[in-house]
Nanobody, 126 residues
Framework: VQLQASGGGLVQAGGSLRLSCAAS????????MGWFRQSPGKEREFVSSISSNGGNTNYASSVTGRFTISRDNRRGMVYLQMDTLKPEDTALYYC????????????????????WGQGTLVTVSS
C-alpha cells in the first residue's frame, strides 16, 4: 500500500490550498481516509476523515467550516480543500487509511489507521 500526499506549500493567511493524496495497492473503495497534521513539538492531531463511499465526513473543531474533505474512488484520490488558512494551520499534513467496516468511519486517533503517507508541508505566513 502506498499513499502519496502532495499540494503543500507556502501561503499567506486567508489563502487557500488543496492537498491531494493518491492511494495505490489497496481496494480504495473499501477504505476510509483521514488527514492528520503535526507541528514541531506537538503530537499528531486529527484534521478530517471520510468514509469509504464519501457519505460520512468528520472534522476537527479547529478546521470546521474552513476545510473540506472529498474523494474520488475511480481515481483512488482523496482531497483536502483548505480555505481561510491561519498561521496555526502550519504543519506537516499526512493522509492515512484504514478499512471501513460499517461506513460510519468515526476514527480520529492516529493509532486507528494502518497506512500512512509521507506528509506534505503547509506553511501559512501571517
Amino acid at each position: 500500500v502506498q499513499l502519496q500526499a502532495s499540494g503543500g506549500g507556502l501561503v499567506q493567511a486567508g489563502g487557500s490550498l488543496r492537498l491531494s493524496c493518491a492511494a495505490s495497492g489497496l481496494d480504495f473503495s473499501n477504505y476510509g481516509m483521514g488527514w492528520f497534521r503535526q507541528s514541531p513539538g506537538k503530537e499528531r492531531e486529527f484534521v478530517s476523515s471520510i468514509s469509504s463511499n464519501g457519505g460520512n465526513t468528520n472534522y476537527a473543531s479547529s478546521v470546521t467550516g474552513r476545510f473540506t474533505i472529498s474523494r474520488d474512488n475511480r481515481r483512488g484520490m482523496v482531497y483536502l480543500q483548505m480555505d481561510t488558512l491561519k498561521p496555526e494551520d502550519t504543519a506537516l499534513y499526512y493522509c492515512a487509511s484504514r478499512y471501513d467496516y460499517d461506513g460510519r468511519f468515526n476514527y480520529i486517533l492516529p493509532g486507528s489507521y494502518g497506512y500512512w503517507g509521507q506528509g506534505t508541508l503547509v506553511t501559512v505566513s501571517s
